[in-house]
């Protein structure tokens, strides 16, 4: 009888330290969930607040003077445009062609293998790697020089895996039925997928292209070594210019005025945001629309 | 098949072939401009050669890869369990409706330029840890600029990797498993613990080497915050150079044997990433699916 209770006695104590156990980890759980929303708040809060209010029309329209300490950013955001265009338009053609290779014609084997295997070690390599490569590829090597397009070119290999990952999913989920109805009706496989594939998948493909290009407006390192950094409005591909990133970096790394690097980094971020918020909404209406 | 149709797969297999043609081109000029650096300063002399000057013409790169290993460690100390932490929360803690908010905050994170996060770190995490600095040893006079700073920024970068590869291989974790160990009689603190994070830790482990290769490849943020002085860091409060920093930094007014070491840099970077990303590759697909 003795014996029992105490036995009984330990289970309970056992299980209420259990139940306490349990309720720490979750409570910490919630704390560190908490903290991860909170430092995303506290970045945007801060970027924002700071720096919205200096987002005005001059600051928009007019061109920096005194390397950015004074004036707009006009001519940064031409630069921008131009280089995130350009890669964004080169990249485009050749990473859906890539994917439609993936999954309308490879039929398995060794060279996909390889291929896939590269395009994977492409996504990893890091931007400053690019940067390099771009310098002495493109700026040194092809003679371009610090330019548009030796920035876009160097931009467009970074991009690449994202357009062709995300086409490549959106081409998956169109029925095989579709694909074989076209085949019986005589269309010949080129007709097929120019008609019937990719029409089904424009909304996967333009969410690559949208992210590819957050990527690239957002993109520095890859830019430091190859677009040179001139704040004057590019003439032709072959000017040198400047992109948002890396206009902030520079205003921040030597700090050059408090309210033109905040109001940059808050443009930046409000334009890279708005983007990747609209690929992301592309991307569900597509899902559940099927 | 006409020669049309011909025509139009061939130039389609030359568009995917445009990655390999990349990785090549990237791997053999990077190459040809750094391997005369190594071959000039000796292989072991350069990688654990502990002086960079390039300026005396010293080029020993171990305090810049001691750099890049303290901030990546620092990064993952903190990164790790706060990104299992957020993945068990979106998993098993909340419901379809609060993970799908949550999971888009996340997204964000993602998605902000990393030299918006050396902006932030250098107007917000700097200034903080030169006053934590300060309470701990007032007389060093720390700027801020340190170990510590880099670490707690690269941490919330690498997050977004962490959580959602971690995420996907717990939701992947059969139902059967849960149930089982509730029938059982463990609780819930019990099962995520001893059943669904044992169970997923094949993607758990490749999400944490993803994000040890981003953090070690990430340049804008650590160059902004960690100070760049080429010495080994003797403590988190010290202010420190990556690989990749010094990349940034000096390719600017680099003469040209100086270029060439900063290219072998990239090498050796180079070669740590392709590493490191194969090896979760690797562990990804040994383990293939959650019930490893």
Redesign the interface.
């Known amino acids: 009888m003795e014996l029992e209770t105490q036995k009984f006695g330990t289970k309970r104590s056992e299980s209420i330290r ?2 306490t ?2 309720k720490a ?2 409570g ?3 704390v ?2 908490g ?3 909170a ?2 708040f ?3 809060g ?2 924002l607040v700071k720096g919205v209010p200096h987002i005005t029309w001059t600051f928009l329209s007019q061109e920096p003077e005194m390397l950015g300490a004074e004036g707009g950013i006009f001519s940064v955001i031409v630069g921008t445009v131009a280089v995130t265009a350009m890669a964004v338009v080169i990249a485009t ?3 859906v ?2 994917a ?3 999954n309308e ?2 039929k398995g084997g060794r060279v996909i293998k ?2 896939r295997f ?5 996504a ?10 771009g ?3 493109f700026v040194v ?1 092809m003679n371009m020089g610090w330019s548009v397009l030796a920035g876009a070119l160097t931009l467009t ?1 970074m991009i ?2 994202t357009i ?1 990952r995300t086409t490549e999913e959106s081409l998956k989920t169109v029925p095989m039925s579709y694909r074989e109805g076209s085949l019986s009706l005589g269309a ?3 007709y097929t997928i120019k008609k019937v594939v990719l029409p089904c998948c424009w909304g996967g493909i333009l969410t690559g292209v949208i992210l590819g290009l ?1 990527r690239a ?5 890859a830019l ?2 190859t677009i040179g950094g001139s704040l004057n409005i590019p003439t032709s591909v072959f000017s040198s210019t400047r992109t948002m ?2 206009h ?2 520079m205003l ?2 030597e700090g050059i005025s408090d309210e033109k ?1 905040y109001a940059t ?1 808050a443009l ?2 409000i334009i ?2 708005l983007i ?2 609209s690929a ?1 909404r592309i991307g569900r209406k597509m899902t559940n629309g099927k | ?2 020669t ?2 011909k025509a ?2 061939k ?3 030359i ?6 043609a ?2 090549a ?2 791997t053999i ?2 190459f ?2 750094g391997m005369p650096a190594i071959q000039r300063v000796g292989l072991f002399r350069f990688v654990f050669g502990t002086t960079w000057s390039p300026t005396n013409g010293s080029y020993g790169i171990l305090p810049l890869i001691a750099g890049s290993m303290a901030v990546t460690l620092g990064a993952l100390v903190i990164g790790i ?2 990104g299992l ?2 993945a ?2 979106l998993s098993e ?1 909340v419901t379809k409706r609060q993970a799908g908010f ?1 999971r ?6 993602a ?10 770190g ?3 995490i700097v200034p903080l840890v030169r006053g934590l600095a300060g309470a701990v040893a007032p007389d060093a006079g720390a700027t801020g600029l340190s170990v510590l700073s880099g670490a707690i920024i690269l941490a ?1 970068m690498i ?1 977004p990797t962490i959580v959602s590869i971690s995420v996907n291989s717990i939701e992947s974790v059969p139902n059967a498993y849960r149930e089982a160990s509730y029938a059982l009689g463990a ?4 099962t ?2 001893k059943v669904i994070l044992p169970a997923a830790r094949s993607g758990i482990f490749s999400s944490i080497i ?1 994000g040890m ?1 981003r953090a ?5 943020a650590v ?2 915050i960690t100070g760049n002085v080429a010495v080994v860091p003797h403590s988190i409060f010290a202010p420190t150079a990556t690989m ?1 920093g010094t ?2 930094m000096e ?2 007014y680099a003469a040209p044997d100086h270029q060439q070491a ?2 072998a840099i ?1 090498i050796v ?2 070669v740590i ?2 590493i490191l ?1 194969g090896f979760a ?1 690797v562990v990804m697909r040994r383990f293939g699916g959650a019930a490893a």
């Open positions: 259990k139940q156990k349990s980890f979750f910490m759980i919630w560190v969930a903290i991860t929303l430092v995303l506290l970045i945007l801060f970027v053609p050749i990473g062609a890539g439609v290779y993936f014609y490879s390889v291929i590269f395009t994977e070690v492409l990893g390599i890091p931007s400053i790697i690019f940067g390099l490569f310098f002495a590829f090597y290999l690449l895996p062709i010949t496989k080129w957050g407006i957002g993109e520095t390192a430091m070594f990133a890396l902030l970096y921040a790394s690097t980094a930046l971020i890279v945001l990747n918020t992301t | 098949m006409n049309r149709e139009i797969e130039l389609i297999f568009c995917a072939a445009v990655s390999v990349a990785v081109l990237i000029f990077i040809a401009q369990p706060t932490g957020c068990v929360f803690v949550f888009s905050a996340i997204e964000l994170l998605g902000i330029p990393s030299v918006v996060y050396g902006f932030f250098l107007a917000i919330i997050l609780d819930r603190r019990e995520v613990t993803l290769g070690i490849g990430e340049t804008m160059l902004l990749t990349i940034a390719m600017s900063l290219f990239g970077l180079f990433i392709v990303n590759q």
